[in-house]
């Protein structure tokens, strides 16, 4: 109950992450791994990050940058927080 509470508050942020990752990124490859929602970026990044997180979506810049598990534990930070602050 609480993980949904924490997904619906993060929604807004993570519905303007889709539209990032479909229409400027190009994204391919999606999944849906340990609670984030995961995509692979085809073109570049603002900033050119190994990887972005918007709401409960996360945008890699390749395949071999999401299996970085230091950069996974990263990510799954910033959906966290996420999930606790929402919009804010």
Do not use: F, N
């Not at 990044?45 to 996360?58: E, R, S, V, Y």
């Not at 890699?60 to 970085?68: G, V």
């Not at 230091?70 to 959906?79: C, G, N, S, T, Y």
């Amino acid at each position: 109950m609480i993980k949904l509470l924490g997904y619906t508050w993060s929604l807004p942020h993570t519905l303007i992450g889709l539209a990032v990752a479909l229409l400027g990124y190009r994204a391919k490859d999606w999944r849906w791994r340990r609670g984030a929602l995961e995509a692979i970026a085809t073109r570049d990044m603002i900033g050119k990050p190994a990887g972005q997180t918007w709401g409960c979506l996360i945008v890699y810049r390749s395949e071999c940058t999401r299996e970085l598990d230091w950069l996974q534990i990263h990510e799954r930070a910033h959906v966290r927080h996420s999930l606790w602050l929402g919009p804010v």
